[in-house]
C-alpha cells in the first residue's frame, strides 16, 4: 500500500427536545411492536445507570475465557509501518483492477511489536474517510482506524458511494475492496485478526451491514450509524457465523427514516435489529434501558456464540453521528452519548472465532 498524500491528525430547546423525545419514544415503541421484535420475548426496563456523561453502557458479555482470548498475529508485525504513531496518511492500494484509496489513522503508542485492533470505517455517500475523520472521534479508540474512501456512483453529483445502495457504482465490487484492504493491513502493519470490526454511516453503515452478512469470516463484529440497509445487490444475509451487531440511529432521521421508507426499499430499524436477533438466536430481550434522557438502547441477549444485539435509539435525533465532533449531517445530535465510546464497549471484546483464521502468516 502506497502513500500518497498525509494529513494531521486531528430552558426553552430543552423543552422542546423532551417534547421530541416523547414523540420519538412512541415512535420507537410502535415501530418495535409493528416488526414483531419486541412482542414474543417481552421487554424488561432497566433505569440509567449512574455513567459519565458520553459513557456506554452497553456489554455484549460474549467475550471468550481469557485463556483463548490471546491476539493473532498478522505477517505485518516487526514491519516498518511508513508513518508515525497518532497521524493519519491517504493510502492506495490496487483492488479489483482499479485503484482505490484509505485515510489511515495508527493509534498513539502504534508499535510494530503489538498486534492491534482495526476498525474499518465507511462513509456516507458524498462525504470522504477524511470527512468522516473529522466528525466521528474514532482515532481516539486504541486501534488501526482505516477510513475507506468510495467510488463515485450515479445520481446526481460526483458522490462517492458503496455497493448495495441503489446509486452505487455499476460493477465495482466492494466487498472484495474490503478484503484486499485488509489483506494489505495485515501485511503492513501488526493487526490482530481476530479483532477487526466495521462501521459507518448512511451508506457506508448500510454497507458495514453488508459486511456482516458477506464477510462474517474475517469481520468480528459490525456498529452502523444512521445507516441506510438498502437490500440494493444484497438481498439476502447469510452470515457464516452469528455476528454480534450495534446499530445507532435518530428517530427523527428523515434522510433514512427510522421506522423505514417502503418505497426506497428500507427497512424500519427495528425490524433490521429483529432480523439479527433471529439470525444469531437471541431468547431475551429486548431489555430497555434509558440510557440518558434522549437515548434508549434496546438489547437482546442469550444468542448464539454470544453474538448480543443492540440498537441505540437517539429520541428525536436526525440524520447525525451521536457526539459529533463537527457537522456530521442534518437534524438534532445528541452529546449524551458519544458514538465511538458506545461502539466501542460493544465491539472491543468480540473475537473472531479461530477457525475462521487463515494459519498461513498468523502467529499466536
Known amino acids: 500500500m502506497s502513500t500518497t498524500t498525509a494529513s494531521s491528525a486531528h430552558g426553552g430547546a430543552g423543552g422542546a427536545r423532551r417534547r421530541l423525545g416523547r414523540r420519538a419514544a412512541l415512535l420507537t415503541a410502535l415501530a418495535l411492536a409493528a ?16 455513567a459519565l456523561p458520553g459513557a456506554a453502557t452497553q456489554h455484549t458479555g460474549a467475550a471468550a475465557p481469557a485463556a483463548v482470548d490471546h ?7 516487526g514491519t516498518d ?30 508499535r510494530s511489536d503489538r498486534a492491534w485492533p482495526v476498525v474499518l470505517v465507511f462513509h456516507g455517500r458524498g462525504n470522504t474517510g477524511a470527512g468522516t475523520e473529522a466528525f466521528a472521534g474514532l482515532d481516539a479508540l486504541p486501534a488501526i482506524v482505516a477510513y475507506g474512501n468510495g467510488v463515485v456512483g450515479t445520481g446526481d453529483g460526483d458522490r462517492q458511494a458503496w455497493e448495495g445502495a441503489p446509486y452505487s457504482a455499476p460493477g465495482v465490487d466492494d466487498v472484495a475492496y474490503t478484503d ?15 479483532r477487526v470490526y466495521a462501521t459507518g454511516k448512511s451508506n457506508g453503515g448500510g454497507f458495514a451491514g453488508i459486511l456482516a452478512c458477506e464477510l462474517s469470516d474475517r469481520v468480528a463484529a459490525v456498529a452502523p450509524v444512521a445507516a441506510a440497509f438498502y437490500g440494493t445487490g444484497h438481498p439476502d444475509c447469510a452470515p457464516q457465523r452469528p455476528v454480534p451487531v450495534i446499530e445507532l440511529h435518530g428517530t427523527n432521521d428523515v434522510t433514512i427514516p427510522y421506522v423505514g421508507d417502503v418505497d426506497r426499499g428500507l427497512p424500519a430499524i427495528p425490524h ?21 434522557d434522549d437515548v434508549t438502547t434496546y438489547r437482546w ?6 453474538a448480543e444485539v443492540t440498537q441505540v435509539a437517539v429520541l428525536g435525533g436526525g440524520h447525525t ?33 479461530v477457525r475462521f483464521l487463515d494459519a498461513q502468516g498468523a502467529t499466536s
Not at 491476539?71 to 508485525?77: Q, T
Not at 490496487?94 to 503508542?109: F, K, M
Not at 495485515?186 to 485478526?193: F, G, I, P, R
Open 35 to 50: 416488526s414483531g421484535v419486541a412482542g414474543p420475548v417481552g421487554a424488561t426496563t432497566v433505569s440509567a445507570a449512574p
Open 71 to 77: 491476539p493473532v498475529r498478522s505477517a505485518g508485525c
Open 81 to 110: 509501518p511508513g508513518q508515525e504513531p497518532g497521524t493519519s496518511v491517504l493510502r492506495t492500494l490496487t483492488s479489483d483492477g482499479r485503484e482505490r484509496s484509505v485515510q489511515l489513522h495508527l493509534p498513539d503508542g502504534y
Open 180 to 194: 484486499d484492504l485488509l489483506d494489505t493491513l495485515e501485511s503492513d502493519l501488526c493487526v490482530d485478526t481476530r
Open 272 to 292: 433490521w435489529a429483529g432480523e439479527w436477533v433471529g439470525r444469531n438466536g437471541c431468547t431475551t430481550g429486548p431489555e430497555v434501558e434509558a440510557t440518558a
Open 301 to 306: 441477549t442469550d444468542c448464539a456464540a454470544g
Open 321 to 353: 453521528w451521536p457526539g459529533e465532533d463537527s457537522y456530521s449531517g442534518g437534524g438534532y445530535a445528541t452529546h449524551s452519548i458519544e458514538a465511538h465510546e458506545v461502539m466501542w464497549e460493544f465491539l472491543r471484546d468480540e473475537r473472531l472465532p
